[in-house]
């Protein structure tokens, strides 16, 4: 289900953006309230998590016959 994390060809099903969405927000949240905003550690984690959710989302907009240029209003 989650083989190409970081590639933005292929598809995927609601199934799987869905739970890529809720874990990102659920990892993201942790991680704020164990180190806080200002950790590299954070702010690393942030950036990778950024690029998972865009890359997911471009492959779901692909699904849906949708622009890709439809991911900057996420």
């Known amino acids: 289900m989650f083989a190409n994390l ?3 060809e292929g598809r ?3 199934a799987e953006f ?3 969405l809720i ?3 659920f990892v993201r949240s ?6 806080g905003e200002l950790n590299l550690l954070s702010t ?3 950036v990778f998590l950024v690029l998972i959710f865009f890359s997911q989302s471009v492959k779901r ?3 849906m016959d949708q622009m890709v240029s439809y991911t900057a209003c996420l």
């Open 12 to 14: 995927i099903r609601r």
């Open 61 to 63: 907009l692909h699904d």
């Open 44 to 46: 690393i984690s942030s």
């Open 6 to 8: 970081i590639s933005f």
């Open 30 to 35: 942790s991680l704020l309230a164990i180190f």
């Open 23 to 25: 874990l990102c927000y």
């Open 18 to 20: 869905a739970i890529t």
